[in-house]
Each structure stands twice: as C-alpha cells, then as structure tokens.
C-alpha cells in the first residue's frame, strides 16, 4: 500500500468501537457514555489512550466481549458506540 | 471468643471481585464468622477472629467487592462507607488487605491507588501468583512493595500458600500508611484540599470525602449530599473552576491512578517471551461456552443437568429423611398416649417440620450448583449470553444472576440484586425475582406431580416441572416488560459486565456457603415452620364439635380451619379446589412448602386408621361427595399453576420491605402474584374443562 492510498484512507479518524470487528483493536479517544456510568467506564479502564481490543460479539450479535487493560469485560454495543477509538 | 476491648486490630478485606477476597477470609478465620447486617441496609456483614503470629486477637471483616470507591451500587456503597468510617457500630479499620489478581495488576492496582488515599495502613495479599506465573508474567516483589510503599505478600490462596506471612504482616506491631499515591494535577489537588476545610466528617477521611464528591457525576452528587445545599454548591462551584482550568473533574482524577498504575506496572510486571497476545485458558474456554452455537447448547445442557441432579441425585437422601422421620412419628405414637398430645406431636410438629426438612437435599444441591457456576466464573458468561434477552424487556444481563439464584430461593436472589446499579432496574428485579420457581415449590410440584402422573418416569415428570419453571419464567418476563414500561419507567440500563478469568472453584468455600444455608433453612423449618405447623394443628383440630365420638371429618369441618376452607371456597371453587385445598392455600400463605404438611394434617386427621399410607396415596383416593375424584389432571395442574405464580412466602415479604424500604412495594406485589395466580389458575381449569379434560 502506498503512502498516497494510506492518505486517502485516513487511519487516524475517530469511530465508534462498536464497528470493530472481532480482532481489531482501538485506542480510545473520548468516552461519550450518557448518564450516570461514565465515570465507571472510565474507572474500568476505558480511559482515553487506552488500546482495546474487540474479542467477540454474544451468540445473539450483543452485547460485544472487550480487551482492556488485561480484563475482559462487556458492554452494549449501543453503549460502545459512545467510545471514540482510532484503529492501530 | 476474646473480649471486644483486647482485639489488638481491626482488619478489612477488601478488593476487586473475583479476586479469592472470600477464600482469604475463610482461611484467616476458619469457622470462627459471624453473619450480620449493617444498619438501614441488607448487605450481609461477615465479620470473623483470628489470632496473629504472637496470639494477638484480630477481628476481620470482609468488604463486598467492588471495582471503585466511586461507588455504583448498593455493595460497594457499604465497602466506601465502612472505609471511611461512616458506618455506625462498625469502627473504621485499622488495616486493609487488598486482595489482587497477580495476573492482571493492571486493573486491579487502581483499587489499591484509591485505597492509598485513604490514610489507612494497606497490605497487599497479590492472589493467584501460580497464574500469572503460568501466563509468562513475572512480578517484581521488591519492586512492587517499593513503588507501593506497602507489604506485598504473594498468594495461592485456593492451596493456602502465603497465609503464614499474611498473619506476620498483620501482626506488626506498628503498620504504616504509605507515602506512595498516584499524582493529581495541581489544580484537582488544590481544589481538593479546599473542599476537605469544609467537610465535617472523621479527621482522617476528610481528603477522600472531599476527592469523591469532586469526581462524581451530576446524577450521583445530589443524592449524596443530599440536604446540603452549600456544599452542593461548593463542589458545583469547585467542578466549574476545574472546567476552566480545562480539566474534567469526572476524568481527571481516573486517568491520573491510571497513569500511576501504568508506571507501576511497567517496572514491575515482567513478561516471559513472545505471548503478549497469545489466548489464555480462559480464552479457549470461551471459544466455546460463548460460541454462537455451542454456546446455547452449552448453556441449556448446564440447566438441564442441575435440575436432573436436583431431582435424581436428591432422591435418595430425601427417601433416609422421609423414612426417618415416618420412624420418629410411629415411635412417637406408641410410647405416648391416646389423645390430643400424641396428635399435636405426631401430626402436627413431627408431621409438619418433617414434611418440610424433606427437601434439604434437593435446596442444598441448588446451592452447590449455583455456587460452583459462580465461583467458576461461568455466572457472568450466562449473563452475556442472555443480556440480549433481558434487554427486550429492558431489564439487564446482570439481573440474570439474581433471577438464576431466586430458583433456590428468592431471598438470597432478591439479595444479589444489589450489584445492578440502577434503582427502578433493581426493584423490577426484585419484583419478579419471586416468579421463579423457588425450592418451596418443589413439595408442591412434586406431590401434585405424582399425582398427575403416578405412573410416568422420572423424565415425563421431571419434564412437567420444567414446565412449571418454564411458566414462572415466562411471568417474570413478562411482568418485567410491563413494569419497565408503566411504574418503574426507565432507560434500559446500560451493561457493564466483567468476564472473570474461569478458576477451579474451591469446592471447600462452596461447602461452607451451603451449610450456611443448610443452618438457615433447618432453623426456618425449627421456628416458623414448627410454629406455623402447631398453629394449623390447632386451627385443624379446634373447636371440637359439641356431638359426643364426632368423627374425624366432622371435627376438621367444624375447626377454626376448615371453616376458613369454607368461607373461601366460593372464590377457589372456579379453580376446581374444595374447601380443604382451600384450607392449604390459607395456610400455606406464610411459607409455600406448608401446604404439603397442611394436606398432610388434614388427610391424617380424616383417616382414622392409623396405618402408613403416604400422603400421596391418600390424596389420589380422595373423593368428593359424589364419589369423583378431588384431585383430577386438571385440579393438579390448576395448583401447581397457583403455586407457580402466587406470592406466598413471609420471608419474601420482609426482604423486599427491607430491599425496597417501604411497605409499598412488598403489598403490590402480593397483589399482583396473588391475582395472577387466581387468573392463572382459571384459565387452566376453565379452559381445561372446555377443552374436555377432567
């Protein structure tokens, strides 16, 4: 791949991490939970620079299975949509 | 037990869940606990002695897990509030012991950063060592109790490796609070320090206090300082200084831990080799058990094995019971006299407790099995496999737990609810959890079952009461939609669910928690329901018709029950019951398993010849005054139906008034389980007439 079709395709753009897929892995951006839990997300270690990764989706396509900081733990993925992350 | 005044120190265990926090307890402590609750709340407060190294007397109490002093639910409320000695009649401890996983610091280090503001001595118990080592992680000791300024001690504690110097640690005559603590920018540290001159609170908690009510969100913050306008507007006013200073108060204070935790980690934590991302244990386990096939028919293969258990593995010792007790009952009848005692004894207390002590074996199984897919770690799979469900009625993955535990009993599920986070989700749960077949139902499934069927296997049978289980499920369900949507309206809350590594479960705690609950059941069945069962032999026997030699169908007609039975019979006529199930259902209001000693009372009295017959085969000869049978398919199944849904269970009553504070909440749900079970119960015998059975 050239360095003009990595241009074109920007990598570094933020996305929700609901759209990775199984494998990829993000680094958080921003954490845009509503309501009462963002602090506990963070607290769980979605905190911004953290690298996450996408293990699995539930046998019924939600909630998603998310690497983080060693531990396993799952979210909505209505719910993850509101963390940003840029692909690495 | 050593004098409260000569406990040499005051211990807490606390940590992350899942870390073997209760394992250390048990070992530390062995038999020597003891069950409480705090005040105001129901969180269970074990507390339990043990003697140090030198024979000093220490008193530990074990915290329930929580991820953050940022407190989410009811659970980690009592842990904060215990830390920073808000909690009356439990002195803030002199120590605390923070369990973690040696295999993922990376996480569970950010407790310990929350611990070290707290200006308490903490000794780190570093659980599960052998793991990380498998893992390929090295930990640095020296390193970590250098960077932490604290003692680590390395731990297997599921093989008790390292409690030796566990209890030298704590028995130090001095322990000293740590200078090491994760750095907050300037600014949060200043207004931190502002905000602790105004508090009121204990001396040395005055910072955290401060720390907490800076970084909490909006939401949380007005029900915390709840009738305090200034400080609310103090710590608004402080945030918004944040704001300018361009910091986010909620924020700033989480990634400053974490940044303290990553430098830590990073000189202290080793990895072996090149298998940074290779899959753990629990990584392969997972392929499967939460896999878009193998998953579902790994899950019902589970439930489907643990209610085979209850039902097969169970039925021997309920026989030894049964028989034992029948025994009791015949030596009783013959070393006392003819009369009102000899009943009162036989068929009243011997009759009554024993017809409930029967199902110790199949409540203990449940216990065991429940307990082994908790500690194994397999609970917070089952809740990700269903939180797709329970969220099309709104409810959470997390709510699976409670409503898995209910089958045992609703009070220890009704319990559970505390970890769900919000308010209107947790009492939804609450209000349902009673839906789900508990143990006390099982005498009433099964004797109507062998009635039903007397001459079907185990596997037709056992297949009807999963149909049973299977409606109460559907009602809960159900009812819960409709709750969410009408009185307690709320989002459908969000999931935040930690998949714990899977662990060989230490099959000795789950022992200990079942006799815990073997010790509760056999007192219940000890006092209310010896109590409730004398209470109902008066009732069935007094008073005595004025005829002279009144047989035995004329005194129960003409006792204080039986006219009960009658007074009722309009209303559970359309049920297909007669006004002596009228009688059980009276009395089995209280608790549901009395119903079966109830029938066992009133079938006792009514047959005058003192033979062995069991209950079933005199229930199945039962006969109405034109000769039919009482107890058709169809009166059978319109019982089991109301037992299903009927809240009939004191003990409920009062957790849900203690969970809900309130009386509101207990008395609707008596209405609505009650109504339910009447309609259920109609439509099953109505509609089974029409259709033409019997």
Known sequence: MSADAENAEPRSEAEPLSGLQPGQRGKVLAVDVPGSMRGRVMEMGFTIGTVIEVV??????????????GAHISLRKAEAAGIRVQRV | MADPAQIF??????????????????????MRQKVGNYPGVTVEKKTGRFFGSHGEAMELLDLPGSYSLQVRSPDEAVSRDVLLGRVPGTPRPDAIIAVLDASNLDRHLYLVAQFLELDIPVIVALNMVDVAEKRGLTIDLLALKNSLGVPVIPMVASRGQGLIELKQALSRATLHVSECKAQLPIVLEREVAALSRTLKCHAGSVRPEAMLLLSLEDERLAAEVN????????VHAARERLRLSGLDP???PVDARYAWVSEVCASVVHRRGEDAHGLTFSDHVDQILTHKLWGWVAFVAMMALMFVCIFIVAQAPMDWIRDGMGALAKWAGAHMPEGDLRSLVVDGVIGGVGNVVVFLPQILIL?????LLEDSGYMARAAFIMDRMMSRVGLHGKSFVPLLSSFACAIPGIMATRTIENRNDRFVTILVAPLMSCSARLPVYAIMIALLMPASGVWSQAGVMLCMYLLGILAAFVMAGLLKKTLLRSETPMLLLELPPYRAPVVRGIVQRMWERAVVFIRRAGTVILALSIILWALLHYPKPATPEPTQSEILSHSIG??????????IAPLGYDWKIGIGLVASFAAREVFVSTMGQIYNIEDAKEDNEDLRTQMRDERRADGTPVFTPLVCLSIMVFY???????STVAIVRRETNSWRWPL???????????VGAFVVYQGGKLLGFQ
């Open chain 2, 250 to 252: 909620i924020a700033a």
């Open chain 2, 668 to 678: 609707f749900q008596i209405a609505y389980m009650t109504v339910l079970a009447w």
């Open chain 2, 562 to 571: 039986g006219r009960m039975g009658h007074a009722i019979e309009p209303v």
């Open chain 1, 56 to 69: 699995r989706f539930a046998p019924m396509g939600d909630p998603m299975e998310l690497k983080v900081r």
């Open chain 2, 9 to 30: 120190r005051r211990i807490a265990i606390a940590g992350n869940p899942n870390t073997g926090k209760s394992t250390i307890f048990n070992l530390l402590t062995g």
């Open chain 2, 367 to 371: 216990f065991f099995f429940l307990g």
């Open chain 2, 227 to 234: 009738g305090n306008p200034t400080l609310l507007a103090e």
């Open chain 2, 644 to 650: 299903v849904l009927a809240m009939q269970c004191i």
